[in-house]
């Protein structure tokens, strides 16, 4: 199934979105979910430690700020096209995992990289015999995103690594931003199954900062609740960003998103965003932005058919 199903094992209810709240520490970007190991396993400034990631998130930010010898093995996910945050092509450079704890522990890593929904009992286990485990959750904000590049750049060695990707996604955030005076843009992000992201996530922080207002969270929708489509025919966005598949053919549930009777919605438009835009945060960033924008631009030109 597609990517929502297969990162259930992360978080029950994923969306870039979706989030627990135990990321921020008091005073703005916090750790972003991000679990310190054993003090006496903190790599030092000069240490560039071997590692094993088990998070698509951390996946690709990891393949940007650790050089290519540094990572034993990425999640299983970053090199599947329906579940990847990255680029497939670039995760296929490196082994995959399925995170089972025979097999991290085969890879002799000095570092474990993992989410906060990773069976408890696995980590406690490779924790046992000595492994460096850090945790982190999934960003739910800019802020947060920012925080887990520059923890990860400090766990992998290169500060300045993170710090040049940091720099890249507040390029692009001043870059989406929309000529002063603008009017928010009524949008749905539908995602797979109907549903749609609540206000406080990292989707609805990138729609807004590219000229978008969340047009389900405006209407008392939250986090992952489904949109009907007899909703949306009564009460229409301007457009809708329908969140495709990268192959095969749609799922039953799905089929909703690209109902024909939405054809009937004269003054709405709908634009496809790939699955791999939506989940994470870091280098996904920048390209979710740039996305976002290229649809404006297109709303602007007052196109109903908006381009992939």
């Known amino acids: 199934m597609c990517r929502i199903l297969a990162l259930g094992a992360l978080a029950a209810g994923l969306v870039l979105s979706a989030c627990s709240p135990d990321a921020l520490a008091p005073g703005g970007e916090g750790k972003g979910g991000h679990e310190q190991g054993s003090p006496h396993h903190q790599p030092t400034p000069h240490h560039q430690p071997t590692i094993v990631s088990l998070n698509p998130c951390t996946d690709a930010i990891l393949a940007q700020v650790a050089d290519p010898a540094q990572i034993r093995a990425l999640s299983a996910y970053s090199s599947d096209p329906e579940q ?6 670039l995760a296929r450079r490196f082994p995959a995992t399925n995170g089972a704890v025979e097999t991290v522990l085969a890879l002799h890593p000095d570092l474990l990289v993992a989410s906060t929904y990773t069976d408890p009992a696995s980590l406690a286990a490779m924790r ?9 959750a999934i960003a739910n904000s800019v ?3 920012r925080a887990q590049v520059r923890d ?3 766990l992998a060695g290169h500060v300045d690594r993170g710090e040049a990707l940091v720099r890249q996604i507040d390029r692009a955030m001043a870059e989406a931003a929309p000529a002063p005076g603008s009017k928010p843009i009524p949008a749905v992000l539908w995602e797979p199954g109907g549903t749609v992201p ?3 996530t990292l989707v609805a922080e990138l729609m807004a900062q590219a000229g978008f207002a969340n047009f389900s969270a405006q209407r008392g929708l939250g986090q992952s609740e489904r949109l009907p489509l007899e909703r949306m025919l009564a009460d229409p966005p301007r457009v809708i960003l329908a969140v495709g598949h990268a192959r095969g053919p749609i799922p039953e549930d799905d089929r909703l998103l690209f109902h024909p009777a939405l054809a009937a919605l004269g003054h709405t438009a709908r634009a496809t965003l790939a699955p791999n835009l939506i989940y994470c945060g870091g280098p996904t960033i920048p390209r979710m932005l740039a996305r976002l924008v290229a649809v404006r631009h297109q709303l602007d030109q007052h196109q ?3 381009r992939p």
């Open 84 to 89: 990847s945050s990255m680029d497939v092509a």
């Open 128 to 136: 046992a015999v000595g492994l460096h485990v850090e945790t982190f």
């Open 143 to 145: 802020a947060q995103s």
């Open 152 to 154: 990860l750049a400090r």
């Open 198 to 200: 609540g206000q406080a």
């Open 304 to 306: 109903q058919d908006i």
